[in-house]
Nanobody, 114 residues
Framework: QVQLVESGGGFVQPGGSLRLSCAAS????????MGWYRQAPGKQREFVAR???????NYADSVKGRFTISRDDAMNTVYLQMNSLKSEDTAVYYC????????WGQGTQVTVSS
C-alpha cells in the first residue's frame, strides 16, 4: 500500500518559516520525482516545487528565493523549507510522487496570518 504522509504544517506569522515533510512508503522512492503543490480556498491546486530523481529542482515563480525543496532517498522523505512566508502562501500543501504512476498525500494546512 502506497502512502505519502505530510507533516509540519501549522500557523505562522508573516515573515516566519515552516518546514514541511512528506514521508513515502510502499514505493521505490529513489525512482520517483517528488513535488509539492498547494490549494488555497476557492482556488485550483497549483504547482509549488519539484525535485527529480537526480536532484534537479524547479519552483513556481511565486516561491522562488523563499522556498527550498530537498529529498533524502535514504529516509524516503521530501522536504519543503518555507521562509519569508506571506499571507498568500496560506493553503493546504500536498505532496506528489510521480513516475509511471502518480500518488498524492492527504495534505497539510499552512496558515500565514498576523
Amino acid at each position: 500500500q502506497v502512502q505519502l504522509v505530510e507533516s509540519g504544517g501549522g500557523f505562522v506569522q508573516p515573515g516566519g518559516s515552516l518546514r514541511l515533510s512528506c514521508a513515502a512508503s510502499g514505493i521505490a522512492f529513489r525512482f520517483y520525482a517528488m513535488g509539492w503543490y498547494r490549494q488555497a480556498p476557492g482556488k485550483q491546486r497549483e504547482f509549488v516545487a519539484r525535485t527529480t530523481t537526480g536532484g534537479s529542482t524547479n519552483y513556481a515563480d511565486s516561491v522562488k528565493g523563499r522556498f527550498t525543496i530537498s529529498r533524502d532517498d535514504a529516509m524516503n522523505t521530501v522536504y519543503l523549507q518555507m521562509n519569508s512566508l506571506k499571507s498568500e502562501d496560506t493553503a493546504v500543501y500536498y505532496c506528489r510522487a510521480y513516475s509511471s504512476n502518480e500518488y498524492w498525500g492527504q495534505g497539510t494546512q499552512v496558515t500565514v496570518s498576523s
